[in-house]
């Protein structure tokens, strides 16, 4: 089978030099990417940590044969590539594990003179007319502002653009994280997820218990409670399972 993965986090820029990203390091994608291209597969990993590779034997500047290494930075790049890749029409399976930015910034500003926000109220006020902010546009924001205020607004889901408008009819693997739930939330919260994407596998883990297990599903119905370190065999022979069943039933 030939496997697109996508792991790591995004950045999302505010200046030139200042991002909005998370903590997440795509070790999971690169260890799955790992397993599936050690089981006889051919892959593609797009990933914003390809270093971290070097964890697994594999040297992202010289990739072995079957394994092809797409870095990315920012929410932008990933966009890209996925696109390009999704629509290239030639992957098996598509393996979204990536911490893709859910919001993107979209100005930052700073108060005018007169212009305070009110904690107490949670409303913008000014004594002397209308509140008014000004943004700040520069490559590199100064740091002597006294305080600055970032717009971020919902960034667009990519897990959702794989099968429409990006026409993907292969095995489609998405990845939930939640945090402060229940595992009963955990698996509900997760089952919807997969519905909205159309996905036909999901991996659903939350963050205090992610160093740990995961749940896989649905398979026979079920989601099934997996030992992190079993993960990645598991996921990759469950593809490999539902890739025969495609086949056989044409």
């Not at 717009?151 to 408008?165: E, F, G, N, T, Y």
């Not at 698996?187 to 896989?216: C, F, K, M, P």
């Amino acid at each position: 089978m030939n496997f697109f993965i996508t792991a790591g986090n995004t950045q999302s820029m505010i200046d030139q030099v200042r991002c909005v990203t998370n903590i997440f390091s795509g070790r999971t994608g690169a260890n799955i990417a790992r397993t599936a291209w050690g089981r006889g597969h051919s892959v593609t990993l797009a990933t914003s940590h390809p270093e971290g590779l070097a964890e697994l034997g594999i040297n992202y500047r010289m990739p072995p044969e079957r394994f092809t290494i797409l870095p990315y930075r920012t929410f932008d790049d990933l966009a890209v590539i996925m696109q390009t890749q999704v629509r290239s029409g030639s992957y098996d399976v598509v393996c979204h594990s990536a911490a893709v930015s859910d919001y993107l910034p979209a100005g930052t500003f700073t108060p005018n003179a007169g212009t305070f926000f009110n904690a107490r109220t949670g409303e913008w006020e000014s004594p002397t007319g209308p509140p008014t902010l000004t943004e700040q546009k520069a490559a590199k924001i100064k740091s002597t502002e006294p305080e600055l205020w970032l717009r971020l607004v919902r960034a667009p889901k990519l897990v959702d653009r794989i099968r429409q408008p990006w026409s993907f009819t292969g095995i489609l693997v998405k990845f939930k994280l939640e945090v402060g739930i229940s595992e009963q939330e955990l698996l509900e919260v997760a089952e919807a997820s997969r519905v909205q994407s159309d996905a036909d596998l999901i991996v659903a883990n939350t963050l205090d218990g992610a160093a740990h297990w995961a749940y896989l599903g649905p398979l026979a119905g079920r989601y099934e409670r997996i030992p992190r370190r079993e993960l990645p065999d598991r996921l990759i022979v469950t593809v490999e399972d539902r890739y025969q069943e495609l086949v056989r039933h044409g």
